[in-house]
């Protein structure tokens, strides 16, 4: 049960001497105020009878009003503690200011302004583009974040089956911004945790299979010099220069600065754009070798080591166009080693990221401890990496199938 008490903030006095009045809620150990917007001097209220004094005017008239803001407050708490379970004391005071009805869309602005801080531009971008799906869907603004139930996400869920012809995969990326979106507001106070309805949908999916290089297609590709277009060349390298170098993603090798690394002791230590960690990585002999192609004495330190974007007019942009910039300098990369990909015959489309995939798989592959993989490639989560033992493991299956009698 929430408490409920009168108090005068003496410390908070106006240039007339006056001070506000407060009810003073205290739920769970939790405290909130709430303005009853009367002003009082200090020698004007009796805290222990919880009265203004008679030296105020009109002082039984005023202590009738806050007898009766005190009794509705006192009901509108027992109300609101039988229609929620586990009610906050940051609900409770929105129910007694009649906040309790949040806009959804409104405070997905202020979360996602909030994550800007500590997401990639290209990551908050894909939550925007995932929230306008969401909107479509819902088709107007007039949505609370009280209107996010189990029955709402399963017709959402249905609209991007049926509509959308979303696989489950793309369906449950769909679901990430609302969840992330309902957990602030849990730790806002202003939802409880115990209708948090994303826990309760289930969507099956089969494990996604990541295709990687091999330890012979890898070389092929290391030795592939046919086509001779500088731009190519540069895709190559800095594909050849990812897979050696913990499986750096695209942002953060098409950014990385001479400064960034120590060519002496072959350290790369840069915040990496998706997480925004501080990140050490120590490069191995391949990735060396393709720095010093591009390494000369009088290298700016501020100078991007792979010149695939320029860094002049990138530099004064801002986040936005950042991630336009690197965006659509992936899409050429990509181009390019398509291109590469075909001319080898490779069994799949060969793309940027299979660069991340291949330093996976291959380290696993050769013992390196699976707790040593997750941090060289900055996953927040174990069991992401655990997708590529995964396929280890089915090859080693393939492998006794077909070898061992």
């Not at 012979?216 to 290391?222: A, I, S, T, V």
Request: aromatic share 10%.
């Amino acid at each position: 049960m929430a408490s409920l008490k009168f108090v005068l903030k003496t410390q908070q006095l106006d240039k007339a001497g006056n001070c506000s009045l407060y009810i003073r809620l205290i739920k769970d150990r939790k405290t909130k105020f709430i303005s009853t917007g009367v002003k009082l001097k200090p020698n004007q209220w009796d805290g222990d009878s919880q009265k203004v004094r008679k030296c105020y005017p009109n002082s039984t008239r005023m202590n009738a009003v806050l007898a009766v803001k005190i009794a509705d407050a006192t009901m509108m708490v027992l109300e609101e503690e039988k229609k929620i379970q586990n009610i906050t004391a940051q609900q409770i005071k929105q129910a007694l200011k009649g906040e309790d009805r949040i806009n959804f869309f409104d405070y997905q602005q202020k979360t996602f302004n909030r994550l800007r801080n500590t997401l990639a531009a290209a990551t908050i971008y894909n939550y925007e583009s995932l929230i306008k799906k969401f909107k479509e869907f819902i088709g107007h603004d007039d949505l609370t974040l009280n209107d996010i139930t189990v029955s709402l996400l399963k017709d959402y869920i249905n609209f991007l089956t049926v509509v959308k012809k979303n696989s489950n995969i793309s369906i449950k990326t769909c679901l990430i911004p609302l969840a992330k979106i309902f957990n602030s507001a849990i730790e806002d106070g202003i939802i409880d945790k115990n209708i948090y309805p994303f826990d309760k949908i289930k969507i099956r999916t089969n494990v996604h299979k990541r295709n990687f290089l091999s330890l012979e297609q890898f070389e092929n590709f290391k030795n592939y010099n046919k086509e001779r277009k500088c731009k190519v060349k540069l895709c190559q390298d800095m594909f050849i220069f990812a897979v050696s170098a913990g499986g750096l993603r695209f942002s953060d090798v098409a950014t990385l600065r001479w400064e960034e690394v120590d060519m002496e002791k072959g350290i790369i230590e840069r915040k990496i754009s998706k997480s925004g960690r501080v990140h050490r990585i120590k490069i191995g002999t391949t990735a060396a070798e393709v720095l010093l192609k591009y390494y000369s004495n009088n290298v700016e330190k501020q100078a991007f080591i792979f010149p695939i974007i320029l860094r002049g007019k990138f530099d004064l942009g801002n986040p936005e166009f950042k991630r336009k910039k690197i965006a659509s300098a992936n899409v050429i990369c990509n181009l390019h080693l398509r291109k590469i990909g075909q001319e080898l015959k490779f069994p799949f489309q060969l793309h940027f990221h299979l660069s991340r995939h291949t330093f996976a798989t291959q380290a696993l592959s050769r013992g390196m401890r699976i707790e040593y993989v997750s941090k060289l490639m900055d996953h927040s989560k174990i069991s992401t990496t655990q997708i590529y033992a995964k396929v280890i493991d089915d090859d080693l299956d393939k492998a006794v199938d077909q070898y061992v009698m």
